[in-house]
């Protein structure tokens, strides 16, 4: 088999279907951005919880004069009660799982307030004293935060101990519902980019019917008759998949690490590196899926 008669037969093809390839090349590249992009967002869920699992603290909220009487009926938590709360927090039993424990206390608690929402117009009506007086304990092991959480409920003068990972994984949760849905749509295109694969080549057997007619007649094999098809798939499957790659990159380079990073310097973020090691995954996809379809569709044709 001549490699140059191959190529040449598969040059002839795209270039007398070149409206339907181009147009599985951009079925193609949205579906497989779509891919990447459901990826990227599972390895970026991956690094932030890393990251902010192990940041994440136990909060011990005391009472305030606005707190809900029916959780705290004696109003304002004493000093008595911050002393206690401290002495536990000190103790034998509790101590050897906290690596560290602060307490905030009014104004503390409003000069962080007034940080974080300072574009906010709730901002100008919050008070010192609505706010409420907290100590924030970091443990060793974050997976140990119910032995706090069991401690200090239901203590006098204590309103709520919160374990902030469960607002963490409320936020996880959500992205794994947008990567869900990425790949959803990503399925549904990759089936699109299947269907209009298989009917372009289709209509290039059609069209040169009489090709592949004098082929048989000097014992051409079935083969060889389908190779130029379905090269002709796999280039457009692969040329729309370099092109969801270097979507995915420009994606990470100019808004993830260009703009995210800038906006959010304490959060980790996926990398170019992250997005590099997606790229041969995209490229072997569309090529396998472009070369499964093609090799589907001319052999059916053939067969008739």
């Not at 270097?246 to 990398?271: D, E, K, M, R």
């Amino acid at each position: 088999m001549r490699a140059s008669f191959v190529f040449t037969e598969m040059g002839i093809a795209i270039r007398r279907n070149l409206s339907m390839v181009i147009s599985v090349i951009l079925v193609t590249f949205i579906s497989l951005t779509f891919v990447g992009t459901a990826g990227l967002l599972q390895q970026q869920i991956g690094s932030m919880k890393t990251y902010w699992y192990d940041k994440a603290q136990v909060a011990i909220y005391l009472c305030t004069a606005t707190s809900p009487k029916d959780v705290c009926p004696q109003g304002e938590a004493s000093n008595d009660v911050q002393a206690t709360v401290n002495t536990r927090l000190n103790s034998n039993t509790l101590k050897p799982y906290i690596a560290k424990a602060f307490f905030e206390n009014h104004a503390q608690a409003y000069k962080t307030f007034q940080n974080e929402f300072k574009n906010n117009a709730v901002a100008k009506y919050v008070t010192p004293a609505q706010l409420n007086e907290t100590f924030w304990v970091k443990l060793k092991d974050p997976n140990q935060a119910p032995i706090v959480i069991e401690s200090f409920s239901g203590l006098s003068g204590v309103e709520q101990v919160k374990d902030q990972r469960t607002y963490l994984d409320q936020i996880f949760s959500m992205l794994n519902i947008a990567s869900l849905a990425a790949i959803s749509i990503a399925a549904l295109m990759l089936f699109s980019a299947a269907l209009l694969i298989s009917t372009t080549i289709r209509l290039s057997a059609v069209m040169r019917r009489r090709e592949i007619g004098i082929m048989r007649l000097v014992g051409a094999s079935n083969f060889y008759i389908q190779l130029p098809f379905i090269l002709e798939g796999v280039v457009a499957g692969v040329i729309g998949s370099l092109l969801a790659g270097g979507a995915i990159l420009a994606v990470v380079n100019y808004f993830v690490q260009g703009y995210l990073v800038q906006q959010l310097p304490f959060t980790s973020f996926v990398g170019l590196g992250d997005a590099f090691t997606l790229l041969p995954a995209l490229v072997g996809l569309g090529g396998l899926l472009a070369g499964i379809a093609a090799a589907s569709s001319i052999r059916r044709y053939l067969r008739v």
